[in-house]
């Protein structure tokens, strides 16, 4: 009887041994099943929100852009090709004018691919070319600006001329370059403030004004638009009524232009913008009208002192424009 005691005594031990490992090796295996369903769950990567990305302000608006810069195309925005020469910021797509990128610009197009011309962006070649940011224009309608935000965060820089500090500033951000902008803007209000001390009074009286022919037609811009905003806002010139009275470019027809009779006149004309019309400005000069101009009679008519594809409000064309009219001005 004892014996037989012992024997369940025993079994019982056994059967409790059991149970209690097989407990402990559910409890591992549940225990490594729930560590291999967290470590194999994905999780969002916030790593690139925190660090890989960055938020700009241009114009009152918010942009998110990659924290490093590097590939940029610009469509459309003929400003920004302007300052990406005075920073020497060099894009990998750029604007093509007839299929050929402008010599203006030769200075950063050198590993650039055409990404179409100044109003038609090559979408699949932008996609291409994989930009970390696009540089568009506001004169782009609203189609254009949701194709081009699929394929990158867009930016559309201001066409508008009093915007030009607020344009190069974007550039720099983005490159990374804002000492270089700041020391182009004091550098440009210093020479501006010379300008206007040696010009105010050799100018005083005279007219001075500034026409861009297209199609062979003349036209005048109002007087914060084209190269007007150096003339009259920067070295405070006398605003030719013409001019005071334009609402945006607008024909100017020779009678208007004897009206206004400029002492100094500076004449933008580009080959491509009057393919019909090559010979407009000696036709200008022929006319008997205006050859009683006094800058005409006076030999006062400088044409194109700056290449004539510059917009007229960005950093670099002020520049140049600013040379120029010293240069010529000052003799």
Same mark, same amino acid.
């Given at each position: 009887?004892?014996?037989?005691?012992?024997?369940?005594?025993?079994?019982?031990?056994?059967?409790?041994?059991?149970?209690?490992?097989?407990?402990?090796?559910?409890?591992?295996?549940?225990?490594?099943?729930?560590?291999?369903?967290?470590?194999?769950?994905?999780?969002?990567?916030?790593?690139?929100?925190?660090?890989?990305?960055?938020?700009?302000?241009?114009?009152?608006?918010?942009?998110?852009?990659?924290?490093?810069?590097?590939?940029?195309?610009?469509?459309?925005?003929?400003?920004?090709?302007?300052?990406?020469?005075?920073?020497?910021?060099?894009?990998?797509?750029?604007?093509?004018?007839?299929?050929?990128?402008?010599?203006?610009?030769?200075?950063?197009?050198?590993?650039?691919?055409?990404?179409?011309?100044?109003?038609?962006?090559?979408?699949?070649?932008?996609?291409?070319?994989?930009?970390?940011?696009?540089?568009?224009?506001?004169?782009?309608?609203?189609?254009?600006?949701?194709?081009?935000?699929?394929?990158?965060?867009?930016?559309?820089?201001?066409?508008?001329?009093?915007?030009?500090?607020?344009?190069?500033?974007?550039?720099?951000?983005?490159?990374?370059?804002?000492?270089?902008?700041?020391?182009?803007?004091?550098?440009?209000?210093?020479?501006?403030? +010379?300008?206007?001390?040696?010009?105010?009074?050799?100018?005083?009286?005279?007219?001075?004004? +500034?026409?861009?022919?297209?199609?062979?037609? +003349?036209?005048?811009?109002?007087?914060?638009?084209?190269?007007?905003?150096?003339?009259?806002?920067?070295?405070?010139?006398?605003?030719?009524?013409?001019?005071?009275?334009?609402?945006?470019?607008?024909?100017?027809?020779?009678?208007?232009?004897?009206?206004?009779?400029?002492?100094?006149?500076?004449?933008?004309?580009? +080959?491509?913008?009057?393919?019909?019309?090559?010979?407009?400005?000696?036709?200008?000069?022929?006319?008997?009208?205006?050859?009683?101009?006094?800058?005409?009679?006076?030999?006062?008519?400088?044409?194109?002192?700056?290449?004539?594809?510059?917009?007229?409000?960005?950093?670099?064309?002020?520049?140049?424009?600013?040379?120029?009219?010293?240069?010529?001005?000052?003799?």
């Amino acid at each position: 009887m004892k014996k037989k005691f012992f024997f369940i005594s025993l079994i019982a031990l056994f059967t409790l041994i059991l149970a209690a490992c097989g407990e402990k090796k559910e409890a591992e295996e549940n225990s490594s099943a729930d560590t291999t369903s967290e470590e194999a769950a994905p999780t969002k990567d916030t790593s690139k929100e925190d660090n890989g990305t960055r938020t700009i302000q241009y114009l009152g608006e918010s942009y998110e852009v990659p924290e490093k810069v590097e590939r940029i195309v610009v469509t459309g925005a003929m400003e920004a090709m302007e300052d990406m020469v005075v920073l020497d910021v060099h894009p990998v797509g750029a604007i093509a004018v007839g299929g050929e990128f402008p010599e203006l610009y030769a200075s950063v197009t050198d590993e650039a691919e055409s990404i179409g011309e100044k109003i038609k962006p090559n979408f699949e070649k932008i996609l291409e070319l994989k930009p970390d940011v696009i540089l568009g224009s506001t004169k782009f309608p609203e189609e254009v600006k949701s194709k081009l935000e699929k394929i990158a965060p867009t930016i559309l820089v201001s066409h508008i001329s009093t915007n030009w500090e607020a344009n190069l500033n974007l550039l720099a951000e983005l490159s990374g370059k804002q000492a270089e902008a700041e020391k182009v803007l004091t550098t440009y209000k210093s020479d501006i403030e +010379a300008a206007k001390s040696t010009l105010t009074e050799k100018l005083q009286g005279e007219t001075v004004a +500034a026409i861009r022919i297209r199609g062979g037609q +003349a036209y005048v811009y109002p007087k914060e638009v084209f190269f007007n905003a150096v003339l009259y806002e920067e070295l405070g010139l006398e605003v030719p009524d013409a001019i005071a009275k334009a609402k945006a470019q607008e024909a100017i027809s020779v009678e208007q232009l004897a009206e206004m009779n400029p002492d100094y006149l500076f004449v933008q004309f580009s +080959a491509d913008e009057n393919a019909d019309a090559p010979n407009a400005v000696e036709d200008l000069k022929k006319n008997p009208i205006i050859q009683n101009i006094n800058a005409f009679k006076n030999d006062q008519v400088f044409v194109n002192i700056v290449d004539p594809l510059m917009e007229g409000g960005p950093a670099y064309s002020r520049i140049e424009f600013l040379k120029g009219v010293q240069q010529n001005l000052t003799k």
